[in-house]
């Protein structure tokens, strides 16, 4: 078939409603000219495509996408077609449906966004499920991990740079007294904290802690908390600390040893392709010694591996 490669600057939205249509039309979807277009442009010319292909058309081009594709590519370009709230806002409604119930993804994309992101993706998720988020988690998750979640969506977080040193020195001895010191755990003690402060605060917690008790805040938690509470809390953490470096190791394991994670290795490049690919690719790099690129292109295959891998850029 034959290669329609798109510069991705000199085209319209209405050329590019037109191409799609073309790529469609005929015997057989021409793939390659649909992952050519929709793989290298943002959210906002993806949004003017759709626009322009339902005025020209009369016709969805997200439904006609789920005609024409299928399988992992197809999941991984319809999640594509949103803006990256609208992604999150899908994403954690999936994750929390009745028939295919995730709750590490809802707590994966819950717990590494930023207050903004959480506030648009309550937004979306209200508007396109007519539900509040905090039903559905007070419906599926349980414990000491709902408590987290439901205090992690409610509260309004700062987003600046500045700490305060005094009450940083306070929470890491909180923390301490709540954890390691004690028999047992004050668990309201690590939901309050890890739910009430920024990431910048949260960082510098986890320094402190370090330079006071000679032990990462990181080991702390997997010793005195254990399942999605956990990972709800790391994920937190290493988010404050860095999230590029988060989501290396969550690459990492979704390719690691036999088979891969599709769904995992999906929702992450798709939904970091916009806010911080570029410090994902360095940290995963660093870290195994191998372009994230050869790791998806030795894990996937077709049309998908070829989307992917669009969607990375170049390796270097």
């Known amino acids: 078939m ?12 209405r050329d590019d409603a037109m191409h799609l249509y073309k790529a469609f039309k005929g015997f057989g979807c021409d793939k390659v000219a649909v992952i050519n277009i929709l793989a290298h442009r943002d959210a906002t010319q993806r949004a003017l495509i759709q626009q322009e292909y339902r005025t020209m058309y009369s016709e969805d081009l997200t439904k006609r996408l789920v005609k024409e594709l299928s399988g992992k590519l197809e999941k991984a370009i319809l999640l594509w077609m949103y803006d990256p709230a609208g992604r999150d806002a899908t994403l954690v409604r999936q994750a929390l449906s009745a028939d295919s119930i995730d709750l590490r993804a809802a707590t994966e994309v819950i717990c590494s966004r930023t207050p903004s992101q959480i506030v648009h993706l309550k937004q979306l998720y209200h508007s396109m499920n007519g539900i509040y988020l905090e039903h559905d988690i007070e419906l599926h998750a349980s414990g000491d991990h709902k408590k987290l979640l439901l205090a992690y969506v409610t509260t309004m977080r700062y987003e600046g740079p500045e700490v305060d040193r005094a009450s940083v020195d306070h929470d890491a001895k909180a923390l301490y007294k709540a954890g390691e010191k004690k028999l047992g755990t004050d668990e309201k003690t690590f939901i309050r904290i890890f739910s009430e402060r920024s990431r910048a605060h949260l960082a510098a ?3 402190a802690y370090h330079s006071m008790y000679s032990r990462k805040l990181k080991k702390a938690v997997k010793s005195e908390t254990s399942g999605l509470f956990e990972f709800a809390l790391l994920t937190i953490l290493q988010c404050a600390e860095n999230p590029a470096t988060y989501f290396a190791k969550e690459l990492h394991k979704a390719m690691k040893g036999l ?3 599709d769904t995992t290795l999906i929702r992450i490049l798709v939904t970091r392709t916009e806010i911080d690919m570029q410090y994902i690719k360095a940290e995963y790099q660093k870290k195994h010694k191998k372009s994230l690129n050869d790791a998806v292109h ?7 591996r070829a989307f992917l891998l669009s969607l ?5």
């Open 298 to 304: 030795s894990e996937t295959s077709g049309d998908y």
């Open 2 to 13: 034959a290669t329609l490669s798109i510069p991705p600057v000199l085209t319209t939205p």
């Open 205 to 207: 917690v986890s320094s």
């Open 312 to 316: 990375l850029g170049p390796a270097h």
């Open 259 to 261: 088979g891969t994670n």
